[in-house]
């Protein structure tokens, strides 16, 4: 009697990344709109610009450290010109920016303008640590529709979850035992065009930070820092989306994973161009990380 291996599903979503990886499937987008910006780069209140350079690392480290929802910041006197007012107590970011001023020019240098900048810090703070501003209104959208068996599996994990705003991420547990929680965008900010679509968005969204979850010691105790040494973020990120790409075909979300998936990864692979196998290392943890959520339904 001859028995039939069952299909790896892992294997085949991976090969299937990899795939649309060689295609130059390198498009990377996000399924929910934030605050009426094209990006995910960190904007001012005041000017509508988006930072540049250190400040978007910069910002989005303090908004995930601290938990703040939005990628949204002024200065105390911007935001007073917007009419809002910061809450006293609220701790500020910095930001850099570069002044120019004027010197006499080298006069056996023929490229010298005279013109120098010097680099100065400034403080911002973000919506969250304000009263008296309203981000952009959503459009009126209703609720994701549930998934059954998606839903079945999260609640399992008792992770906590929050909603609002327009930023997704896991903070992970600090040493004064705050953080651990996911925050998703607003429901309303997932914006395809049938209501399928934006479930399916929301899903993949809330699986990969669940996969982020999964990476404390007292979970799955991923360390990835001997390895991969400065790359382990990038390899954290290449975890979570395949473990949301896995999650998603394992619970019948979608057949197949999405071009953003392929993209978003592809956006990692780049900075570990060094290490080729890199994502099948990935999707050895990944597989992990799935395996570690469906025991807690189980349990």
């Not at 291996?5 to 990899?18: E, R, Y």
């Not at 599996?153 to 992770?159: D, E, K, Q, T, V």
């Not at 991420?169 to 035992?177: K, Q, V």
Request: aromatic share 10%.
């Amino acid at each position: 009697m001859s028995h039939t291996s069952k299909p790896d599903l892992h294997a085949q979503v991976t090969d299937l990344i990899v795939n649309a990886i060689e295609q130059g499937g390198t498009t990377v987008t996000m399924p929910w709109q934030r605050s009426g910006l094209p990006t995910i780069l960190p904007s001012n209140a005041h000017s509508k610009a988006s930072y540049n350079g250190i400040n978007i690392v910069a910002l989005w480290a303090a908004a995930m450290l601290r938990g703040y929802p939005y990628a949204v910041w002024a200065t105390y006197r911007q935001w007073a010109e917007l009419g809002a007012q910061v809450r006293k107590g609220e701790k500020a970011s910095s930001v850099i920016f570069y002044k120019e001023y004027a010197v006499d020019a080298d006069a056996n240098d023929t490229d010298d303008n005279g013109m120098r900048r010097v680099a100065r810090a400034s403080s911002v703070f973000n919506v969250a640590q304000v009263d008296g501003f309203a981000p952009a209104e959503l459009p009126e959208l209703p609720t994701i529709t549930r998934i059954a068996n998606a839903e079945t599996l999260i609640a399992a994990s008792r992770a906590e979850i929050r909603h609002g705003g327009d930023m997704a991420f896991y903070r992970m547990r600090t040493s004064d035992g705050s953080g651990d929680f996911i925050q998703m965008p607003d429901e309303r900010r997932f914006q395809a065009h049938d209501d399928a679509q934006r479930s399916e968005d929301y899903y993949s969204v809330l699986l990969h930070e669940l996969t982020h979850w999964t990476s404390p010691s007292d979970r799955c105790d991923r360390q990835l820092g001997k390895r991969f040494g400065d790359a382990a973020y990038a390899m954290e990120e290449l975890i979570a989306e395949l473990g949301a790409a896995f999650l998603c075909a394992e619970l019948g979300i979608t057949s197949t994973p999405r071009a953003d998936h392929a993209g978003y990864i592809a956006h990692w692979l780049d900075v570990m161009k060094s290490d080729k196998r890199a994502i099948f290392t990935a999707a050895a943890r990944a597989s992990e990380a799935a395996a570690y959520l469906k025991r807690r339904v189980a349990s």
